[in-house]
C-alpha cells in the first residue's frame, strides 16, 4: 500500500509553534524549514510528500517543482489551498494508496474525509515529525558508535600479523 501525505503548508506554518514568530517577518525562510522538515519526514517514513502553498502569498506562481524530493504546489490564481487539496485527494486516493492530508482547518478536514481521504491535524503532524526527528537522531547515534567486531582481544603483534595477511604482505 502506497502512503502520501499531502500538506497544508500555510495552514501547517501558521500553526506549528517555531514558525509563527519566523513567518512574521521571514515567510518564505519557514517555508524552507517547512519544506526540510517534510523532506525528512518523507525519507523517514518512505510517504511521498506533497506541500501545497495559496499562490495569493506568492503573486504570479501557480507551478509545481520538487525541492529535497518532496513535491511543492502552488496554486492558479484564483484556486485555494483546499480546492487543490481536494482534487489531489480525488485523483490520488485509490485501492492502492491512501492519501492523507495534513491541515487544522475543520471544514477541510469533513470534505477530505467524505471524499476518503484520511485526516491529519497540525498538531499531529507535529508530534510525529517530533518522533521522527528523534528516531533519526537515535540512528544516527547508533551507526557512529565504534562496533566490537569479536568478543576476544587481540594482541598487538597478533593485529600486526592480521593486518599483514590483510594487505597480501604476510
Known amino acids: 500500500m502506497k502512503d502520501i501525505l499531502l500538506v497544508d503548508g500555510y495552514n501547517i506554518i501558521g500553526d506549528w509553534p517555531e514558525f509563527k514568530s519566523l513567518r512574521e517577518k521571514h515567510l518564505d525562510q519557514a517555508r524552507d524549514l517547512l519544506i526540510e522538515k517534510m523532506a525528512e519526514y518523507q525519507a ?15 503573486p504570479g506562481l501557480g507551478k ?7 513535491e511543492i504546489i502552488y496554486t492558479r490564481e484564483n484556486e485555494t489551498a483546499d480546492e487543490r487539496i481536494e482534487k489531489l485527494v480525488r485523483e490520488l486516493k ?5 492519501v492523507h492530508v495534513a491541515t487544522s482547518d475543520y471544514a477541510e478536514q469533513r470534505i477530505i474525509f467524505g471524499s476518503g481521504g484520511l485526516r491529519k491535524s497540525a498538531r499531529e503532524l507535529r508530534l510525529e515529525m517530533e518522533a521522527v526527528e528523534r528516531n533519526i537522531t537515535d540512528e544516527l547515534k547508533n551507526h557512529q558508535k565504534p562496533r566490537k567486531m569479536t568478543n576476544f582481544t587481540l ?3 597478533m593485529a ?3 593486518d599483514k595477511w590483510r594487505r597480501g604482505d604476510g
Open 160 to 162: 600486526e600479523i592480521f
Open 94 to 98: 485509490n485501492v492502492e494508496t491512501r
Open 44 to 58: 523517514f517514513k518512505g510517504w511521498e510528500v506533497k506541500i501545497i502553498f495559496d499562490a495569493h502569498m506568492v
Open 155 to 157: 594482541t598487538k603483534e
Open 64 to 70: 509545481n517543482y520538487n525541492n529535497h524530493l518532496v
